[in-house]
């Protein structure tokens, strides 16, 4: 599958847990591309006390990334964003008007813990949204409050925020429990985006040509081309809907 757009990885170095260096960061770039990977999303973690790296600072980056890139710079659409872990410094940056969002559209990338109970995550998706933002809740299989019951994840959806999961935790690279759930959401078209959350080459790749296999495989064509392509890529162009092909 070519045309993919990952919305969420760690490519940048130097600035989160993600790429070390900046060659790991390109071979992380030289990975996707050769995966099907057309646009992609630098998402730097942004969480107090653990990963503060500045707007600055990562703008820095991303455009070294770029320069690095040779010839790849031309084949492949680059945007720049962040993680936000929810927390008092996303309330903050929300008040000043200090954000990052997804492309050129108005969603926002918003990380859960298991420090978060299932009424503080409904209470940040109605903080983003009253701030003008979408939330797209990242790697959702991740978070202990909403593994029990898809019923869960479905009242978030009615609220109007955007899931994503990963490609990773889809093939189950963080174990069965979450691959069952991952495939328990999507059956029930719980999911509007699958990314990567790449942060190095081998211990948590891209592996985003696996899953459109596997997705095309168990859930057909179209389904896995709305994940994968259609759905991130209208949202990096702040178009969430516009198309007949995207599913919100």
Same mark, same amino acid.
């Given at each position: ?12 170095? !130097?600035? #989160?847990? *993600?790429? &070390?260096?900046?060659? /790991?960061?390109? %071979?992380? =770039? ?54 936000? !872990?929810? #927390?008092? *410094?996303? &309330?903050?940056?929300? /008040?000043?008007? %200090?954000? =990052? ?58 609220? *109007?925020? &955007? ?7 889809? =093939? ?60 991130? &890529? ?15």
């Amino acid at each position: 599958m070519t045309g993919i757009a990952d919305i969420h990885c760690h490519i940048l170095p !130097y600035v #989160d847990d *993600g790429a &070390l260096r900046k060659e /790991e960061s390109l %071979e992380l =770039l030289e990975m996707q591309y050769a995966q099907g990977v057309r646009a992609v999303c630098a998402t730097p973690h942004l969480r107090k006390g653990m990963f503060e790296s500045t707007d600055d600072a990562i703008r820095l980056q991303f455009e070294r990334l770029q320069e690095r890139a040779g010839p790849l710079r031309e084949r492949m659409r680059f945007f720049l964003s962040r993680e936000y !872990y929810c #927390d008092e *410094g996303l &309330l903050a940056r929300l /008040e000043r008007g %200090e954000i =990052l969002p997804l492309g050129m559209g108005n969603c926002l990338l918003l990380e859960f813990s298991h420090a978060h109970s299932e009424s503080e995550i409904q209470s940040y998706i109605q903080i983003v949204q009253q701030s003008g933002y979408r939330p797209l809740i990242a790697h959702l299989e991740r978070c202990p409050a909403l593994r029990g019951d898809t019923a869960q994840t479905a009242a978030l959806v009615e609220m *109007g925020a &955007l899931i994503q999961v990963n490609a990773g935790s889809i =093939l189950g690279r963080e174990g069965r429990r979450q691959a069952s759930f991952c495939r328990k959401l999507l059956k029930e078209r719980l999911v509007h985006v699958v990314a990567s959350d790449a942060h190095d080459p081998e211990m948590r790749p891209p592996e985003l040509d696996r899953c459109a296999v596997y997705l095309t495989k168990k859930l057909g064509a179209a389904y896995a081309e709305q994940l994968l392509c259609t759905n991130p &890529l209208q949202i990096l162009l702040g178009r969430e809907g516009e198309t007949e092909d995207a599913v919100y």
